[in-house]
């Protein structure tokens, strides 16, 4: 990977934003903050965009919704500056032993896109297989945690919500404390339980996001995930494979994680400012290397000095990850 | 008849009016923080009052643990944490048809139930099966909850023939026939 980065030095970030811009045929532009209705698009010719067309964020981020700054939140006290020692998933979307991964596509991706725009627009639209680990890791982990237990009292556990969905745990339950249940009752709580979830990613609520530009098969995958959180028996749904693309999975990181403390258009960060800039303003102001290690690494220390935000540590994802987001969070134009 | 004779009667006659209300069962159950409770009291039972008894759910805990109410008595369950929470009944004492799902609400909300079978009401919640709660339903005004050392009094009950019901979270519920003569006795010792 490093190499590919050494020679991305050499083109500066306006020359790719002006390659994939002309390639989609559009002026590039950095628009104020426009918070358009319809999500953006990203048109890459050579691909069906029909079918492989993903949306970028859209707005203002979600803590500015909620009326919160990053220091108000588990986030802003998570710190930055902590290595990238976590252990990197080496399964689902980066299975080194799949021949299409999102690692090969980011690679192929990386080193077409001035030579062939069309070709490493193709590699952006591979389709691989993800587990429903990676979407948890792109989607929720950055408030869940690793282990679906939240930050209490600010963000609350998966886990019981999900066991209720198990109608074999609640009768265990039942039976252990000697309490006579009749099997229809027990399925329909559990009934009840499966849609509220489902309900809760469609549509978010009071404080936390709505998921809906999750497919459904995604969504099936994300909950045979977090069943094993849980440590529910597993359900036709444990380790679900789902087709992903770099591109897609560039838009589950900024529309999961990212938006959530960074706007999608707007300024870039100031000089002495404790602002956070727009995802628009990331591939204009920074190179791919300077954000993945800002990601992985967190900001850097002498910031809060100054009473920056402090951006978190983000150790479980891998570069190729960023890299996606990196792409992605630069169409959040509109 | 002698005046002295009369007032002998009267007095004798006045007495054994009093003992007939001013019965009690007091005793033990084994292990203690136990529930008791009477049924069959002849004549008119008078109505549970006219009191609001709330069943919360805090902390993700039901509280309180344990809730005895007596059969007519509305509860109104209520929410006080910030997550959603459930109320359901799998079944009253045993009996699944008497399951109820009271539904998932809000903090702040309240909701009303009014108890109107006797029994054990196991309470749990569907979006955290952790939580576990008790609403014992007394058949008769006369129950009560024992402390830690399975201590219980049952006053004021009039003499007559009962049946006395113990229950014990995890044990199984006992319950025997007694007749209530004055200061009556009754032990329990739940497996």
Not at chain 1, 28 to 42: F, I, S, W, Y
Not at chain 1, 105 to 120: C, G, I, K, V, Y
Not at chain 1, 128 to 153: I, M, V
Not at chain 1, 309 to 316: I, L, R
Request: hydrophobic share 40%.
């Amino acid at each position: 990977m490093n190499r590919i980065y050494a020679a991305f030095a050499l083109a500066t970030t306006l020359t790719v934003a002006g390659l994939l811009l002309s390639a989609a045929g559009q002026n590039p532009q950095a628009t104020g903050a426009h918070a358009g209705v319809q999500p953006a698009k990203m048109v890459i010719p050579g691909t069906d965009a029909g079918e492989h067309a993903i949306s970028s964020a859209v707005g203002p981020s979600w803590l500015k919704h909620l009326g919160l700054t990053v220091s108000q939140t588990h986030l802003g006290q998570m710190g930055g500056s902590s290595p990238a020692t976590a252990q990197k998933p080496a399964s689902g979307a980066n299975d080194p032993a799949a021949t299409v991964n999102l690692q090969s596509m980011m690679q192929r991706f990386l080193t077409t896109f001035r030579s062939n725009p069309e070709q490493a627009a193709g590699a952006l639209h591979q389709e691989f297989q993800a587990t429903g680990s990676d979407l948890y890791r792109w989607n929720c982990q950055a408030c869940h945690g690793p282990e679906g237990k939240g930050f209490d009292p600010e963000i609350n556990s998966v886990v019981g919500p999900v066991q209720g969905t198990s109608a074999k745990m609640a009768r265990d339950r039942m039976i252990a404390r000697g309490i006579e249940a009749d099997d229809d009752m027990v399925n329909q709580m559990s009934e009840l339980a499966a849609t509220s979830l489902r309900d809760r990613l469609q549509h978010g609520g009071k404080n936390m996001p709505s998921f809906d530009y999750l497919r459904k098969d995604e969504v099936e995958a994300l909950v045979g995930y977090l069943e094993k959180l849980a440590g529910v028996p597993p359900t036709q749904r444990d380790g679900l494979l789902v087709p992903e693309s770099a591109a897609r999975v560039g838009e589950h990181m900024t529309r999961g994680t990212c938006h959530i403390c960074h706007d999608a258009t707007g300024p870039g960060a100031g000089m002495g400012q404790a602002s956070i800039p727009s995802l628009a303003s990331i591939p204009r102001d920074h190179s791919l290397s300077g954000m993945v290690h800002q990601v992985q690494y967190g900001s850097c220390s002498t910031l809060k000095l100054t009473g920056g935000d402090v951006m978190p540590a983000y150790p479980y994802f891998t570069e190729e990850e960023i890299a996606a987001a990196y792409f992605v969070a630069y169409s959040a134009r509109q | 008849m002698k005046l002295g004779n009369s007032l002998a009667l009267v007095v004798v006659l006045a007495l054994a009016a009093q003992a007939a209300v001013a019965g009690s069962v007091k005793g033990k159950v084994t292990p203690g923080n136990s529930v008791v409770y009477l049924e069959g009291a002849s004549g008119p039972v008078q109505a549970p009052a006219d009191k609001k008894v709330t069943m919360d759910q805090k902390g993700l805990v039901f509280q309180p643990h344990i809730l005895v109410v007596q059969v007519g008595t509305t509860v109104e369950f209520l929410n006080s944490d910030k997550v959603q929470h459930n109320v359901f009944w799998p079944s009253i004492s045993g009996d699944k048809k008497k399951t109820h799902n009271m539904g998932t609400w809000p903090q702040g909300e309240r909701r009303p139930f009014k108890f109107t079978d006797p029994g054990v009401v196991p309470l749990l919640c569907n979006v955290h099966p952790e939580m576990s709660g008790y609403i014992i339903v007394s058949p008769s005004p006369y129950f009560a909850e024992t402390g830690a050392d399975g201590a219980y009094t049952l006053a004021n009950v009039p003499d007559g023939d009962y049946t006395i019901t113990a229950w014990h979270e995890g044990k199984k519920v006992q319950s025997k026939k007694i007749t209530v003569k004055g200061d009556t006795t009754a032990d329990f010792t739940l497996q």
